[in-house]
């Protein structure tokens, strides 16, 4: 049997590792709460809603989020994918919305040592500047088995993480 057919088949046949089965914290239905900085001279935007979290072969995580959109742009559907790539050893997953044509992929995710604070980053258009891109990080940071937050950040100018977004996602039930 040749190399390619060997990592064809186990990449066909791919069995959990533990950073898989970490990912099972994310498994339920959660209502969260947050807040947004839409601009740098504006107050942060408040916005709500829930999220249903499944695991697709126990190698994945898809989130599906329904709730508002800040800055009162109407209602946001959110589609979150997020796995662990055994060949490139990191964090990797997509990230699409409704009112957004981008999809943001994330290529570069860690795990910290206490494996409590899962932190991804992606490319994606500056808000700010038409035509321009910037980095941003998305940190999940598991308070409990129940309570969880998300902080987005992007990389400023002067080389620092600016938070642009926080919201606290509690637990309503497990899958």
Request: glycine residues 10%; proline residues 3%.
């Amino acid at each position: 049997m040749d190399t390619n057919t060997t990592q064809q088949e186990s990449m066909m046949n791919a069995q959990p590792q533990k950073e898989h089965e970490w990912l099972h914290k994310f498994v339920g239905e959660w209502t969260f709460e947050g807040e947004a900085t839409m601009a740098p001279d504006q107050p942060p935007e408040k916005f709500k809603g829930v999220e249903n979290v499944r695991a697709i072969g126990g190698l994945w995580i898809v989130a599906e989020g329904k709730g508002e959109c800040p800055g009162g742009m109407g209602e946001a559907t959110t589609l979150l994918s997020i796995g662990f790539d055994t060949q490139k050893k990191r964090y990797v997953g997509t990230f699409v919305a409704s009112m957004m044509t981008y999809l943001w992929v994330y290529d570069n995710g860690e795990l910290d040592a206490a494996e409590k604070v899962l932190s991804l980053y992606a490319d994606g258009p500056d808000f700010k500047v038409e035509g321009k891109m910037a980095k941003y990080k998305d940190v999940t940071e598991f308070r409990s088995d129940d309570h969880r937050v998300l902080t987005s950040y992007l990389l400023g100018d002067d080389g620092q993480w600016q938070c642009i977004m926080t919201a606290h996602y509690r637990r309503r039930r497990s899958i």
